[in-house]
């Protein structure tokens, strides 16, 4: 007993303090699991009352980042310009345009989950101010053409009638003379080819009726027509028309906009039920969210059962009974409620991407517990008593849990030094959550376990698996299985790389597209595609903001001058372009000359037909004798518009001639009317322009919006670096979805970046920390942490500002040299743990890389968990090693190889489950996790063994059969034998017996 405590004595203040939790804990156990009730229950409440979920993707941008800066103030202006679209397609575009009105005005009436509804543009008050939009020259042009139908705007319109209309354009082309070409005659030709080709058309086809009159107004305006006219926001060809609305509703969990987009699918699937012939779907950047939140939803709980189903029945045969796999999950289950109230506590809120910080904590949480049951049964089944089987449990893998759990919490904990914000909250969360979950594992395993085992005859516990052929390779013939896994190693590891151009470059590339994680077939992306290949539109546009209408049209004209934008949109070119100064008079004067205009078209006395005839003929007559070069044609179409008039009989002449009269008075009246409606002399305003726009394109604060949209589509980041690049040459301060992408994507990779390197240099670390020598330690981590001190305040005083990759990088190599020097030997074992995530990382990649698999921003989140599952083996593993130092040539103990081998596999069963899902994000996230737990597992378990095996040295240990010592003896047995004061345990159970 002396010997013992004097050995005790000596251990580590760490192994000590596990050895006195798990005392202290198992010998009330009740009142322990009492205790640990009260604060798990107290966690629950916290959560369930304080923990929030934050929805939006830029919930997971740094708010103090200057280019998120600027998308909040923009958003504190315009909103967050984001809209749902309803896309009809068919292939009338009258169809088009109807549905279109239906179906905007049923969203328009639901005004719960909708506001700011747009799917056509009416004139509204620009109706009675159109006129402005044309240059003064342009009105002087049309006032001088309205003196010319002066009389008639005055009263005088039976100078309208078909003869006089004739017989006048006949006396005037004669008064022009033989021999002109004039200006003036080519007019007056072009009026007759006009008026007799409408003439012969209509006889022809009495529904064909074209205005023979000359347009008063000589340009053609496309902000003039719009002025006058309902527009619809269709595609070129009319086969697509478009609703944009802007959810209202807000649901609850993590899909915010989902009761808007249901109501909205519900409104179209009625409209396309409704109107045969038309396809009506929807699309937009919230429904491509809300699909691919939903589908991922959908998967992860398919992939929950079957990882549920799968991980029991691994944890029922390595287990070998339910009892003690029902323990672990129990112990699970209180670190997660600990974890969610640290969550609640420490953050507040959960975001898309800290979400699954759960998966992460299951993942490793339960390996915790694996390896502690595991070597408990052990120790039961070498004949501990319960009590004394908890505390060498504790003592003998809890050192290896704490190192895998500090090492992997503290790599977590390096993310809060990004500068992305989800990536930092989800390494304060998971980190967090490792550390509690390891509690747990010292504070609610050992009193479960010994109220489960109490009465529990050790004979019966069930004992570690046969696992004797997984370490005979590496025991026995070391040399050939580490030779033979070290070509296996870098065999796949070279496939990460290929030769191209005489260069070695990466075969394995990050994929920015965040359409390539959504699930195949979804209608939201092939909309979305749709769009961009027939109507030449984008989702995603920039966003700039101009003080002024006049700044927001110059910023126009060098947005479009850009190679890689499409077009421009925006408000201030539908306000004229010349000051009211310079045009309001005219307009007036447009107005006076119309203003005797009467409210409808009058009626003109009947044409005769013989009169209609000789005007004509004397009209193809002075067309003959011009010698314009357009005479020719001319006088050809009015002969045959006398033939066709000639083969008519006098009744049908006269009811044609009537009727046509009737519409070529209509016509003229119409554009008389147009004009004067138009001529609102007072100036046009920005309350005059439709509100369906101003409401999108005008804050509150008078700044002006212009939407920029791309000529490629930029959801692959080389046209994404090209637009943004483009569009920040002429603002620096242009925002916007696309903006927000391709920051985000940046600073989630130097994120990632930056936190491999510090979890490396931490891991490092905690590793000397834990396999150095207690003399050394102090030794090795100060001299070089006031060594870079000292540089590091010696640049700041010189201005110089030092790179923390380079101060981390130098601060590790010192640490790393000095330790060389003073315990090589403890470096060494330090160094070993690093085996698995580096060796497994390298096949990992290499597997990827052959099955074509890029990262994404989905599977690169999960990248840490395969580093912290290959460390937690890698601590293990040389833990086992170095217990067993003076038992002679290493032999891996069956309770590791049991805990590795039971923990990888039901991580990849729980992790593969992912496979199964449509989502091709978290396809690839369970493609790439079971791919890298299986690389570690296999070096864990045969790779570093093997070298572990080789740096021992020492002979074989050769053990007897159970036949030859005739005994219960097993190679298992002789292989516990070897550890330290197994023998006292042995002879007090004789004792006892």
Known sequence: MAGNSTDRGNEPVLTDALRSITRAVSAAPKVSLLLALLVTGACVALTCCYLQFKTERSDLIDPTAPFHQRWLKFTESFGDNNDLVAVVQADDPRL???????????????????????????????????????????????????????????????????????????????????????????????HAETLSESLDTYLSDPNQFRSPWPGLLSVDDKLVQESIRTVYFMNAAGTMGFVRAQPLSKGNGLNGNAVAID??????????????????????????????????????????????????????????????????????????????????????????????????????????????????????????????????????????????????????FCATFTQFLGVAELGIIAGGGILLCALATFTILPP???????????????????????????????????????????????????????????????????????????????????????????????????????????????????????????????LPTHPPEQTRQLVQAVKNELG????????????????????????????????????????????????????????AQAKSLQEYQTLMTRSLFAQFRGL???????????????????????????????????????????????????????????????????????????SYEKAALYALAVICLVLLMDFLSPENKLLTLAPPLVVVAFTVMTLLTKGIQPNIVYVVSGYLAMVIAVAAILDFSNLRDA??????????????F????????????????????????????????????????????YEMSPSTINAILLTSLTSIVGFGSLTVAAHRGLYSVGLVLTIGIASCMFVSLVFLPAVLTLISGGPVRRTKSKKANGDDATEDDLEAATRPDNGRRKSQNRRAA
């Open 263 to 412: 109501r909205l699918r519900e409104i179209a699937d009625e409209i396309e039920h409704e109107t045969p012939g038309v396809a009506v779907g929807i699309t937009g950047i919230p429904v491509l969210e809300s699909d691919e939140m939903r589908r991922s939803q959908a998967d992860m709980l398919k992939a929950s059962l079957i990882s549920f189903v799968g991980v029991g029945i691994l944890l029922l045969i390595g287990f070998r009974g339910l009892k003690h796999p029902i323990l672990a999950l129990v112990m699970l289950a209180v670190g997660l409620a600990w974890a969610f109230g640290f969550t609640t506590f420490s953050v507040g809120h959960l975001n898309i991407l800290s979400v699954s910080f759960a998966v992460i904590l299951i993942g490793l949480g339960i390996d915790f517990a694996i390896h502690y049951l595991a070597r408990y049964l052990e120790h039961r089944k070498e004949g501990y008593d319960l009590e004394e089987a908890l505390e060498e449990t504790s003592a003998g893998v809890g050192t290896g849990i704490i190192t895998a759990a500090v090492t992997t919490s503290l790599a977590f």
């Open 448 to 574: 479960l376990i010994a109220l489960a085992d109490a009465d529990s005859d050790p004979d019966k516990l069930p004992g570690p698996s046969g696992v004797n052929w997984m370490r005979f390779g590496s025991s026995r013939f070391p040399t050939v299985v580490t030779v033979l896994s070290l070509l296996v190693v870098l065999g796949l590891g070279s496939q990460m790389f290929e030769w191209n151009g005489g260069e070695l470059t990466p075969r394995i590339r990050y994929d920015y597209n965040l359409l390539n994680l959504q699930a195949e077939g979804i209608e939201s992306v092939e909309l979305q595609e749709t769009i961009v290949r027939e109507a030449d539109s984008s989702l995603l546009f920039a966003v700039a903001v101009a003080d002024s209408p006049r700044e927001a049209l110059q910023l126009k004209q060098r947005f479009e001058a850009l190679p890689s934008v499409q077009h421009v949109e925006e408000l201030a070119s539908r």
């Open 96 to 190: 088009v345009r109807d549905t279109l009105e239906e179906l905007g005005a049923r969203i328009r009436r639901d005004e719960t989950h909708f506001t700011n509804v747009l799917y056509k543009v009416e004139p509204g008050a620009l109706r009675q101010k159109g006129l402005q939009y044309l240059s003064p020259a342009e009105l002087q042009a049309a006032l001088r053409k309205l003196e010319q139908y002066r009389p008639v705007a005055q009263g005088r319109w039976d100078l309208v009638q078909l003869e006089a209309v004739s017989r006048r354009l006949a006396y005037q082309l004669e008064a022009t003379g033989r021999g002109s070409s004039t200006a003036q005659a080519g007019a007056l030709l072009s």
């Open 676 to 750: 004067r409606n138009a001529s609102n002399p007072q100036p046009l305003t920005v309350a005059d322009l439709p509100k369906e726009l101003t409401s999108r394109f005008i804050s509150s604060n008078d700044k002006w919006l212009l939407q920029i949209y791309p000529r490629e589509e930029i959801w692959d980041i080389e046209p994404l670096t090209r637009f943004v690049n483009d569009v920040r040459s002429v603002d620096p301060d242009v925002t916007g979805t696309p903006l927000q992408n391709f920051e985000a994507s940046r600073q989630i990779m130097g």
């Open 831 to 844: 160094a070993l743990t690093l085996i698995p995530p580096v060796a497994g990382g390298l096949m990992m």
């Open 596 to 651: 005797r205009l009467p409210t409808a078209a009058p009626s003109l006395t009947p044409p005769n037909p013989s009169g209609v005839g000789r005007a004509f003929e004397q009209l193809l007559y002075a067309a003959r004798r011009a010698s314009h070069p357009q005479a020719r044609a001319v006088a050809g179409k009015i002969d045959r518009l006398l033939d066709r008039f000639e083969r008519m009989s006098m009744s």
């Open 846 to 889: 290499g597997v990827l890389a052959m099955l074509n698999i890029d990262l994404n921003p989905a599977n690169l989140i999960v990248l840490p968990l395969v580093l912290g599952i290959g460390v937690d083996d890698g601590v293990h593993v040389v833990h086992d090693f170095r217990m067993q130092r003076k038992g002679g040539r």
